[in-house]
């Protein structure tokens, strides 16, 4: 196969061998690494999505469907167009069935096929088809967007109500409490942040829209830190998890703050499982503004 390939890249007829043979080495060549590229691209892709998905779609049904395509003759072009066509309709059918609205696919059929075999298009009768269709498919992308609204929320709901969940959460509130309690200076916003000035810096405050260098270090309430840095780093309100945004925001330059965030207002209930935060943890930042931009 490499002979083939390098004799291709060469311009050369031959490589220790006839033309026939070399032809036939490129052949190989181009063949194998066409299926070699394309497969290792497609196994990169599928390793990245989620079990259930492998599970409805094993890597033997996807080859059977792939072969099924590759292996047909190419000189049955019809053929070849309707199934082009067909795999296309198929995926706008298999996103209507997964959002819960039901096709009848023997009709859709009958109805393409109808329709296709006219000799003539009479173009007010197509209008008028598109013009029903397009607020037919408006009612069903409602429809869809509704039934992902539902099921995001019945999965929500259903992390709020794990044990961990609601384990985080209490445990949380209670550690903020008892912060308050044996600390007086601690503040607290409207929003449930609560926070000590630890020392207060000078100028203008980050604000909203402003930005800051800061360093930092964030824990979990049992001490275990999952994140930090002494270098500085800038960041921006807007560009962090709302607790601390709104902490960050109140700062100027120089000040040191410590932040309590309770769950809801850092990685809340889907917590951020590549850091150690579970849901609805509450984190505990020790922040220093080493320079600010005020916003504007």
Do not use: H, W
């Not at 497609?42 to 779609?57: E, V």
């Not at 009612?139 to 992390?159: G, L, P, R, T």
């Not at 260098?213 to 999952?226: A, E, M, N, W």
């Amino acid at each position: 196969m490499a002979c083939g390939l390098v004799a291709a890249m060469l311009g050369v007829t031959s490589c220790g061998g006839s033309g026939s043979q070399a032809d036939k080495g490129f052949a190989d060549s181009l063949s194998t690494f066409m299926g070699t590229t394309q497969g290792l691209r497609l196994a990169n892709d599928y390793a990245g999505i989620p079990q259930d998905q492998k599970d409805a779609m094993p890597k033997d049904e996807i080859l059977r469907g792939l072969k099924t395509v590759i292996m047909t003759d190419t000189t049955q072009q019809g053929y070849l167009t309707g199934l082009s066509f067909g795999l296309q309709l198929s995926g706008q059918l298999y996103r209507y069935e997964q959002a819960g609205i039901s096709i009848d696919r023997s009709k859709v059929y009958e109805a393409y096929a109808k329709a296709f075999k006219n000799d003539s298009v009479d173009m007010e009768a197509l209008r008028n088809a598109q013009m029903t269709f397009q607020q037919l498919a408006q009612d069903a992308q409602q429809k869809m967007m509704e039934f992902y609204a539902a099921k995001e929320a019945a999965a929500k709901e259903a992390k709020e109500s794990s044990p961990e969940a609601k384990d985080n959460k209490e445990k949380g509130a209670a550690f903020i409490q008892e912060a308050i309690k044996n600390d007086p200076s601690i503040k607290t916003t409207e929003s449930g942040l609560a926070y000590k000035v630890v020392s207060e810096g000078s100028g203008e405050p980050v604000g909203k829209t402003g930005s800051a260098v800061v360093k930092y270090k964030g824990q979990l309430i049992d001490g275990t830190v999952f994140d930090s840095n002494e270098d500085g780093v800038s960041l921006s309100p807007r560009g962090t998890v709302a607790g601390f945004g709104e902490g960050l925001s109140m700062m100027n330059k120089g000040a040191k703050y410590i932040l309590y965030i309770p769950g809801e207002l850092a990685y809340g209930i889907d917590g951020a499982e590549q850091a150690g935060i579970g849901p609805n943890a509450t984190l505990v930042f020790e922040v220093e503004a080493v320079e600010v931009t005020p916003g504007k």
